[in-house]
């Protein structure tokens, strides 16, 4: 069984940094890995993805502001925010595939465990 747990949410102004972090405990050997995001009455995105072999993918919104990457020692996701803005705002989730191939095209239903999210807040 693989527990994700988020942190490092909170809330910052326009243009301004967050990294939020994802730990990982259980086997996750041969997972790839996800950043999502839901805001109210939106179907949960995928905005940043890491391949076993450290391939990235992201979506558009988000190239060149957000930077996805996993400390393998540690066992933990992280997404590095910057330029942030206010449509960024929404509670943001990890979640893992047991494959070696994850994107951000790939539907959520394609993941097999999540964790609890946490939320970002930007504001203008």
């Known amino acids: 069984q693989v527990q994700l747990v988020e942190s490092g949410g909170g809330s910052v102004q326009a243009g301004g940094s967050l990294r939020v972090s994802c730990a990982a405990s259980?086997?996750?050997?041969?997972?790839?890995m996800g950043w999502f995001r839901q805001t109210p009455g939106k179907e949960r995105e995928g905005i940043a993805t890491i391949d076993t072999d450290g391939s990235t993918s992201y979506e558009d919104s988000v190239k060149g502001r957000f930077t996805i990457s996993h400390d393998n020692a540690k066992n933990t996701l992280y997404l590095q925010m910057s330029s942030l803005k206010p449509e960024d705002t929404a509670i943001y989730y990890c979640?893992?595939?047991?494959?070696?191939?994850?994107?951000?095209?790939?539907?959520?239903?394609?993941?097999?465990?999540w964790g609890q999210g946490t939320q970002v807040t930007v504001s203008s």
């Open positions: 979640a893992a595939r047991l494959s070696s191939y994850c994107s951000v095209s790939l539907f959520t239903t394609s993941y097999d465990y």
């Open positions: 259980g086997y996750t050997n041969g997972f790839c």
